[in-house]
């Protein structure tokens, strides 16, 4: 598909599912503000099910994206490994210098003295499964930079989302987080673009969906809220907190299956919390947690 094409067929798509949902918005949107209300933090979310109604709920604000970005970078790397007609058995040297401390890098631990080889695909499910920065750092070395991913994801069609900042960058100054944002709809259309197009080819579509599943962290947030036999792929974030302790973000974005077959999308970007890391988890959880109980009412066959 030509980019002007595909470009075109996601807006309509978009559109689409917007005139869609706003028979049931009213419900669950109800639903969902009656679950954040009194709560200290700015929360955004949107659900798409079954890929054609989207739901939304503080969809306006920017929200700063933390580590939900790596599943981003992962598109943008497979489409590097494309183009460059390499594979993720392809190996990359990993200097000492990119093995930066005080920041969280499981990969790190179990190799400090640095200057290895190791391949795309395992320096990818570092990303993804134990959200390690210096893994993510070292794939933006690799496909030239954050805004690479950036101008992909706008590739795709979708927008309202920024890409500029590194882990190393953002940890070196917190308002830098600010700058790498997105809208919880463009979340949850960039899953639906992943899960229904053909963006990447079978076996690498898997290998990150299996990763994701296999997600390490954020435990208490979507996951908490669903029934332990309903699958969740999914990629978290979280932020240190500012001078003022507000927490900067707190996040959760993946896919739903459900034993049947059927799925949706949702993404939960918690921002400005002053409420505890526990509650800001409860908050995601809770709202998983409804949103499959409506989803089970209205869809599930």
């Not at 134990?130 to 930079?145: E, K, M, P």
């Not at 101008?151 to 882990?167: C, P």
């Not at 080819?201 to 908490?224: E, H, P, V, W, Y």
Request: glycine residues 6%.
């Amino acid at each position: 598909m030509r980019r002007e094409s595909k470009c075109i067929f996601l807006f309509v798509c978009f559109c689409l599912l917007a005139f869609l949902g706003k028979a049931q918005t009213n419900d669950l949107g109800a639903r969902l503000k009656e679950t954040l209300a009194g709560k200290a933090a700015t929360v955004g979310v949107a659900v798409i099910f079954n890929g054609n109604e989207l739901i939304t709920v503080n969809n306006m604000y920017r929200y700063p994206m933390m580590s939900t970005f790596k599943f981003h970078q992962a598109l943008s790397v497979l489409d590097y490994l494309n183009k460059n007609e390499k594979d993720l058995n392809t190996e990359i040297l990993v200097k000492q210098s990119q093995l930066l401390a005080n920041t969280h890098s499981p990969m790190r631990d179990a190799n400090p003295k640095g200057n290895f080889t190791m391949s795309v695909g395992d320096l990818l499910k570092y990303s993804l499964i134990d959200s390690d920065n210096n893994a993510c750092d070292v794939l933006f070395d690799l496909i030239g930079g954050p805004k690479v991913t950036e101008k992909y994801i706008h590739k795709l069609g979708i927008e309202d989302v920024a890409i500029s900042q590194t882990e190393s960058l953002m940890h070196a100054n917190p308002d830098n987080c600010m700058l790498n944002w997105c809208k919880p709809s463009s979340a949850v259309l960039l899953l639906e673009t992943f899960l229904q197009q053909p963006i990447c080819n079978k076996s690498q579509k898997l290998f990150i969906q299996r990763a994701m599943a296999d997600c390490s962290t954020g435990k208490d947030k979507l996951k908490a809220g669903l029934p332990k036999d309903v699958l969740l792929a999914h990629k978290t974030g979280s932020s240190d907190r500012n001078e003022y302790g507000y927490k900067i973000a707190d996040n959760d974005m993946g896919f739903v299956v459900l034993p049947n077959g059927q799925y949706y999308t949702i993404a939960v970007f918690v921002m400005n919390s002053r409420e505890s890391d526990k509650k800001n988890a409860r908050i995601i959880a809770d709202v998983s947690r409804v949103v499959y109980e409506y989803f089970v009412e209205h869809y599930k066959k």
